[in-house]
């Protein structure tokens, strides 16, 4: 088995900034991408940012040049740094992984979500 477990939601004022940290353990061989997605209120889940390797990252349109994705292999965990937080920001976020089972398969893997709030 495999659990994703998230950290460092909270509350925060516009223009803030929050870390998310995602720890993956358990019966990992390999790690193929880990990333973060958000669901707010009434709106379908989204690509916040993605991360393959330290130079192949990809991040959703309205967080670009405002949040970092990164990852560390040996402890096997992703993180994601928001700076210039908006209330547009406020959703559920999800760590989401690929992982590599010792059988060879890929499985997908979520955690179970942190809540993220921009607001005065």
């Known amino acids: 088995q495999v659990h994703l477990v998230e950290s460092g939601g909270g509350l925060v004022q516009p223009g803030g900034s929050l870390r998310l940290s995602c720890a993956a353990s358990?019966?990992?061989?390999?790690?193929?991408?880990m990333g973060w997605y958000r669901q707010a209120p009434g709106k379908q889940r989204e690509l916040v940012a993605r991360?393959?390797?330290?130079?192949?990252?990809n991040y959703g349109d309205s967080v670009k040049g405002r949040f970092t994705i990164s990852r560390e292999n040996a402890k096997n965990t992703v993180s994601l740094q928001m700076n210039s937080l908006n209330p547009e920001d406020t959703a559920v976020y999800y760590c989401?992984?690929?992982?590599?089972?010792?059988?060879?398969?890929?499985?997908?893997?979520w955690g179970q979500g942190t809540q993220v709030t921009v607001s005065a």
């Open positions: 991360i393959i390797s330290s130079t192949i990252t």
């Open positions: 989401n992984a690929h992982i590599r089972r010792a059988t060879g398969f890929t499985i997908e893997y």
């Open positions: 358990g019966s990992i061989f390999s790690i193929d991408d």
